[in-house]
C-alpha cells in the first residue's frame, strides 16, 4: 500500500482551458473534493499570452481575447469548490492513481485520486525536432517564445524576421511583431496550403502585406553570432529545388512547425498513445485506456479553437466525477477507423451502452479538398454521409452520428473522406 | 464579384460580395457574414490587441484591446498611443485604458486582471 498525503475525488493535471473546464465541469457534476495542479504561477495556461481576439465564439458567444477567455473560466472555478496548487510540478502518476508533485511551498507531496484527468497541452516543436541547417546563430527561437517575450515579459526578439510555418501562432507572430514596430519579411510554408485559419491568413498576413511563400522551407541559416541571413527555397514535396533560392537579411527566425502533445507523464502512468494524434487514446467520454484517468484538449490532440478544448474537457471532467462517484461504464466496444483522406478520430473508441443521444467524433482530413463527402461505414455498410463544400487539414471537422445507428452497426466503424461527383 | 473569406469567426466561409448590386453577399453561413463582406468593401474595421506598461504587478505588460473594431487605416495611429501609457496595479478587465482612439470615440480596455 502506497501512502499519501492528500486525498481528492478528482485530480487535474494543468491549469490551462482544458484542465480549467474539466474541473468546472467534475464540480458540477457532483464532485466535491477537486484539485487543480499547475506549474506556472497563476491559471490560464497559453491563454494568458494570447492577447489577440477571436476566443470563445462558441462556448461565450463572443470575441473574446486570450486572458478575457481565461479569465471567465478562473472566475467560473473559483465559484467552484476546486482547489487550485499553483507553482506545483506533477513528476509522477502511478497506474494506482497516485499523484506525486514538487512545489518551492509544500516541497514533495503524493496526492491520492479517485479519477485523474490529463490537461497538459501540448508544446512546441524546435529547430532541432525539424533538423534545420546552418549556423547556431541567435535569435531563433519558437512563435510562442517570442509570443510570451513580447506579451507578457515586455521583450521585443528581433526587428527584422523570417517566419518558418503557417500555422495560426506563426501567423499571429507576423502581426504581432509587425504592430509593434518589426519588418516580417516572410512566411515560409513547406506545405502547398497554410495550416493555419483562413481567418488568420486574411487578418495577419494580408492586412499588413506579408508575403506567404508556399512550398518553400529554410534551407541555410546563416550567423555568426547573431542570425543575419536565412536562405530558402522552393520544394518539390520535401525536397528543395536547386536554384530556387531566395536570401533574406533578417536578424530573427520565429518558428511554427507544429505541436506536440506533452505525455510523458501518460505514458509512464501506463496511458497507449495513438501514434497518429501523439495523444492518448480515448473512449467517447475521454477516458484513456487506464481506467479511472481521463484526458482532454492539446494533451489527446491538437485543436484549432479553445472553444472546442473547453467542450471536450467539459465532457472529460463530468466523466471524471461520475468514475470518482462510483459509475462503471461496461458493455460493447465499437472501434474508430480511419479509411482515406482522414489522417486520425478523436474519440478513438465508443462504448454505445455510454451514449445517451448521439456521438460527436472529431478528425481531420489528409489534404485541402473543395466538394467532398464524408462517409461511415461499418462492415462495409455506409450508414451515414455527410457533404462539405470546403476541407482542410488545418480545420478540425466534427460529425455527429446517432445512438440508433451505433446500436446498428458492428464492431467497426471506418470513416473516410473523398472528392464529391460534381 | 469579389471573393472574400469572412473573418468574423473561425470557420471562415469563402464569400462573394456583388459590388454592384447592393454588395449583397453569398456563401455566408450566419447574417454576421453578410455585413461583413459589406463592410470590409466599404469600411473595413479591425479590432486591435497588444500590452502596455504595467508597475506594481506579477507581470510588467497588461494585455489591452479596443472595445471595439476601429477603421483599419487608424491601426497604426492607434498603436503609437499605447507607447506612454503606464497602468498601475490593480488593473480590472474593462477598466479603461485610453478614452477615444483618434476620434473614433472607440476606447482602448484592460483585457485581464492584474
Known sequence: MMNYDKHYEVVIVGGGPAGLAAAYSACRNGARKV????????????????????????????????????????????????????????????????????????????????????????????????????????????????????????????????????????????????????????????????????????????????????????????????????????????????????EFECDTVLLSVGLIPENEISIRAGVDIDGRTRGAYVYENMQTSVEGIFASGNVVHVHDLVDFVTGESIR??????????????????????????????????????????????FFRTNKVRGNSVIRVKSDGNEIAKFKREHMAPGEMEKISIPKVLLDRCGDSLEISVEDAES | MKELICIVCPKGCHLKV?????????????????????????????????????????????????AAPIPKGLIFAAMELLNDVELQAPVRVGDIVIEDICGTGIPFVAARDL
Open chain 1, 35 to 246: 484539485l487543480i495542479i499547475e506549474r506556472d504561477r497563476e491559471v490560464g495556461g497559453i491563454l494568458n499570452q494570447c492577447v489577440h481576439n477571436g476566443f470563445g465564439l462558441h462556448y461565450f458567444k463572443e470575441e473574446l481575447t486570450g486572458p478575457e477567455y481565461a479569465g471567465r473560466f478562473a472566475d467560473m472555478v473559483k465559484g467552484t469548490r476546486a482547489d487550485i496548487m499553483v507553482d506545483t510540478m506533477v513528476l509522477e502518476i502511478t497506474p494506482e492513481k497516485i499523484v506525486k508533485c514538487a512545489s518551492q511551498q509544500y516541497g514533495y507531496q503524493a496526492i491520492k485520486a479517485d479519477a485523474i484527468v490529463l490537461c497538459m497541452g501540448c508544446r512546441e516543436r524546435t529547430r532541432g525536432a525539424i533538423e534545420i541547417p546552418g549556423d547556431r546563430s541567435s535569435g531563433i527561437l519558437t512563435a510562442g517564445t517570442a509570443q510570451r517575450y513580447v506579451n507578457i515579459e515586455g521583450y521585443m526578439p528581433g526587428k527584422k524576421v523570417v517566419i518558418l510555418g503557417s500555422g495560426d501562432i506563426g501567423l499571429i507572430m507576423a502581426r504581432r511583431m509587425t504592430l509593434e514596430g518589426a519588418k516580417v519579411l516572410a512566411v515560409v510554408e513547406l506545405c502547398p496550403y497554410s495550416n493555419g485559419l483562413n481567418r488568420n491568413i486574411v487578418q495577419c498576413l494580408n492586412d499588413y502585406n506579408i508575403p506567404l511563400y508556399l512550398s518553400h522551407t529554410i534551407t541555410n541559416i546563416i550567423g555568426k553570432t547573431r542570425v543575419e541571413k536565412v536562405v530558402i527555397s522552393e520544394v518539390d514535396g520535401f525536397t528543395p529545388i536547386p536554384g530556387t533560392e531566395i
Open chain 1, 316 to 361: 472529460a471532467g463530468a466523466a471524471a466525477a461520475e468514475y470518482a462517484l462510483g459509475k462503471r461504464v461496461g458493455g460493447r466496444v465499437i472501434n474508430v477507423v480511419t479509411k482515406p483522406g482522414v489522417n486520425y478520430t478523436v474519440p478513438q473508441k465508443i462504448r454505445p451502452d455510454n451514449i445517451e443521444k448521439n456521438v460527436e467524433i
Open chain 2, 18 to 66: 456583388d459590388e454592384e448590386n447592393g454588395y449583397s453577399v453569398t456563401g455566408n453561413a450566419c447574417p454576421r457574414g453578410a455585413e461583413y463582406g459589406k463592410k470590409e468593401l466599404t469600411a473595413p474595421t479591425r479590432v486591435i490587441t497588444s500590452t502596455v506598461k504595467v508597475r506594481g504587478a506579477i507581470y510588467s505588460r497588461c494585455p489591452v484591446k479596443t
